[in-house]
């Protein structure tokens, strides 16, 4: 990898920037990352083909290399990726010491310290300094890369100025935030707000809520604090329990994509609450409010237990087995005694085949005929139609699509599972079409999927043991071929009658499994952006995958669509959390206070107690109104004025966007920010507090221009 002779690249209004007095020291040091990134690449590169050659080999050790593998690519991306701008700045200690941070830790060949990764506790006062706490430091420096280059740093001093230092009028934070957007959320982890990084550094057990309105910065620290989790709490790593991160939308989840590879976290699992089940995907609104609303409540999702129960009865009767043998008698207490060999919370699917074992070892006692083997037995039981009949009715295998079709197609059985419901309610919760999925169905498939399980586990397993059972009929007859004719002297193919080489021979690759799913879970830890939004039915979850209750919480309650008049206290009470701390982010860093003043009467009007952040920063450029004939005006003028930067138009599905210009609506705008926002008959956008919350956030999404166009 080539490396400048120079790291710094000032644009020549900062030429005193370039002065060697301020800038030598850095220059020496840039050169020792270069030389020791050189190395350390070369070096893991050759880890890694020596890794890809080794030999597969099986189990254990088949893993270790693929992990090794990964490990080692991981690393070489980042290294790779980032270059010299792996550095963030450098703090200076009140004693006169001098430390570089980066995005990962980064040492020579003599061992010395070159970066310090930010995650470390020893990283810490570059985020959190502050002249009320200088914890520590006589001064920090931030720089700004530019294709691998420093294109600006700033300084920020914490006491006396030390000589060599080049201090600006703004800090290097505030200076980034009138920078312009992209189509991917910029890096941002050099200048991360001391309040942010307190978050993010916060440890894991329990729920930790990040309360805060817009532009305080709430996605930067659920991002950010995943990051800083993996590396800093080993019950959390991707080989361990891993993290889940789930947002509220694809177009976030492609807008921030790119932050946790970049901070060298490639493993985190990410999806919106859709992706949780199959269904999600071609899964509509629900058209009535009322109907959603009665989906929406944990009771709803717990009736998921009993209708899974329905099906779980044993037979009362005995029943009498028939085998070429004898005739042997199943009573209801041996049924009984089948139905509970299942350990609690099994997957009914699952059960089902423990039940049959159960069965066919109880059958088996009952045997007393010696002259006839076990294996011959539980082959005949295996091909007694009767006997699965039987047990199909008893606890027959179920889909969880069929479970939930049912609640919506037969009321007796809605009620028999959800007694606590209306007649009134029965009849609205019934459709035509019982499998027209829609999102407010989505907890209820996925409570249902947890609960039974794979339904096609048992018929993967036979199909499974058949292909084990052929491969090693087909490798019993080829060791019976070898050994006749084996003419050594030491009769050497007789060992592979030991049944160890025999499983050995046998390829489990080709054995038919299913692919993972890798959402599945459990997970050592959730973190959840936009929180507001969710219902208890969709906690539910998120709590099934998270059974440790340790959870990243971010979320505005002024945002929430249809209302968050409780506490965050209250809800995740409700939903099952016990453990809960309050974290509230306070400042408005990326919305001008132009906008905020505009936007701040908007939400107040449905929501007088809002948490409406306090903006620090101005653009200098005013709201203005127009009528909607003046959109593509507004929009080609600001492509024509600015080269780069990025744009969205709120509220006009006809308006088709570009690279550079989103056209979306203000529930997909959540989560985002653009440079220009130009919002398209907001008052359009509904009444009450949904009209309210929607015109709120699609204002709050600018970042330097808001225009509003109406008539």
Same mark, same amino acid.
């Given at each position: 990898m080539p490396f400048p002779l120079t790291a710094f690249h000032l644009p020549e209004r900062l030429a005193a920037k370039a002065d060697p007095a301020l800038v030598e020291r850095d220059e020496e040091h840039f050169a020792a990352i270069a030389a020791s990134l050189e190395a350390t690449i070369a070096e893991l590169t050759g880890r890694l083909d020596a890794a890809r050659r080794a030999p597969g080999g099986h189990g254990t050790a088949a893993l270790e290399r693929d992990q090794e593998v990964h490990r080692l690519t991981a690393r070489l991306r980042t290294l790779r990726r980032f270059g010299l701008d792996l550095c963030l700045g450098r703090m200076v200690g009140e004693d006169g010491s001098v430390v570089y941070v980066g995005r990962l830790g980064l040492t020579d060949a003599d061992g010395r310290r070159l970066l310090l990764d930010w995650r470390s506790p020893a990283a810490e006062p570059f985020f959190g300094a502050t002249l009320?706490?200088?914890?520590?430091?006589?001064?920090?420096?931030?720089?700004? =890369?530019?294709?691998?280059?420093?294109s600006d740093y700033w300084d920020e001093a914490f006491g006396d100025v030390e000589p060599g230092a080049a201090l600006d009028d703004e800090s290097a934070f505030i200076a980034s935030l009138g920078a312009n957007r992209s189509a991917r959320m910029r890096d941002v982890l050099g200048t991360i707000a001391a309040d942010q990084d307190t978050i993010i550094r916060a440890g894991s057990q329990g729920a930790l809520v990040v309360d805060g309105g817009p532009g305080t910065g709430k996605t930067v620290v659920a991002l950010h604090r995943t990051a800083y989790l993996l590396y800093s709490d080993p019950r959390l790593g991707h080989r361990r329990g891993g993290v889940l991160f789930v947002g509220p939308h694809e177009p976030y989840l492609d807008y921030v994509s790119d932050v946790l590879p970049s901070l060298g976290e490639e493993g985190v699992q990410t999806c919106t609450l859709r992706d949780l089940v199959p269904e999600g995907a071609a899964a509509v609104p $629900?058209?009535?409010?009322? /109907?959603?609303?009665?989906? *929406? *409540?944990? &009771?709803m999702v717990a009736a998921i237990e009993p209708a899974v129960r329905f099906s779980e009865r044993p037979p009362t009767a005995g029943t009498l087995v028939e085998t070429p043998w004898a005739d042997l008698w199943l009573s209801a207490e041996d049924w009984a005694e089948a139905f509970d060999a299942p350990e609690a919370g099994t997957p009914h699917n699952e059960a089902r085949d423990e039940i049959w074992e159960a069965l066919l070892a109880i059958v088996l006692d009952k045997n007393e005929d010696d002259e006839v083997t076990a294996d011959?037995?539980?082959?005949? %039981?295996?091909?007694?139609? $009767? #006997?699965?009949?039987?047990?199909?009715? &008893? =606890?027959? #295998? %179920? $889909?969880p699509t069929d479970l939930v079709a049912d609640l919506w197609s037969v009321p007796a059985y809605l009620r028999l599972c959800a007694p606590w419901l209306e007649p009134d309610e029965v009849h609205a919760l019934q459709r035509a079409d019982a499998q027209a999925w829609t999102v407010a169905d989505l907890p209820l498939l996925d409570a249902a999927r947890q609960r039974l399980g794979d339904p096609e586990a048992s018929r993967r397993a036979r199909r499974q043991a058949a292909a084990v059972a052929a491969q090693q009929a087909q490798m019993a007859d080829v060791v019976d071929h070898l050994i006749e004719t084996d003419d050594s002297e030491m009769h050497l193919m007789s060992m592979l009658r030991g049944a160890d080489l025999?499983?050995?021979?046998?390829?489990? !690759? &080709?054995?038919?499994?299913?692919?993972? @799913? %890798?959402?599945?879970g459990p997970f050592a830890h959730v973190v /959840?952006?936009?929180?507001?939004?969710?219902?208890?039915?969709? =906690?539910?979850?998120? %709590? !099934?995958?998270?059974?440790?209750?340790?959870?990243?919480?971010?979320?505005?309650?002024?945002?929430?669509?249809?209302?968050?008049t409780e506490s965050w206290q209250a809800r995740l009470e409700r939903v099952g959390l016990d453990r809960i701390t309050l974290a509230p982010l306070s400042v408005n860093y990326r919305t001008p206070s132009e906008v905020m003043a505009e936007a $701040?009467?908007?939400?107040?009007? &449905?929501?007088? @107690?809002?948490?409406?952040?306090?903006?620090?920063?101005?653009?200098?450029?005013? /709201?203005t109104h127009g009528p909607v004939a003046e959109l593509h005006a507004v929009v080609d003028g600001w492509l024509a004025e600015h080269g780069d930067g990025v744009a969205c138009v709120i509220g006009d599905p006809a308006f088709v966007g570009t690279d550079r210009v989103r056209s979306l609506t203000p529930t997909l705008a959540k989560g985002l920010e653009f440079d220009l926002v130009v919002l398209v008959e907001p008052d359009a956008f509904g009444e009450g507090i949904e009209g309210a919350v929607d015109r709120y956030v699609a204002m709050t999404r600018a970042t330097q221009r808001l225009v509003m166009l109406a008539g």
């Open positions: 009320a706490n200088p914890m520590g430091l006589a001064s920090r420096r931030r720089y700004r =890369w530019t294709g691998g280059r420093v $629900e058209a009535d409010p009322r /109907v959603a609303r009665l989906k *929406s *409540s944990a &009771a011959q037995l539980r082959r005949s %039981l295996e091909a007694n139609r $009767e #006997l699965r009949e039987i047990l199909d009715r &008893a =606890w027959p #295998l %179920l $889909e025999q499983h050995a021979l046998v390829d489990q !690759a &080709a054995v038919p499994t299913a692919d993972p @799913d %890798l959402l599945a /959840v952006d936009e929180a507001q939004e969710l219902t208890d039915a969709e =906690w539910q979850m998120l %709590l !099934a995958r998270c059974p440790s209750r340790s959870l990243t919480i971010v979320g505005d309650r002024a945002q929430a669509r249809h209302g968050f $701040e009467p908007v939400i107040r009007a &449905a929501l007088p @107690d809002a948490n409406v952040p306090l903006s620090i920063r101005s653009s200098g450029i005013p /709201v």
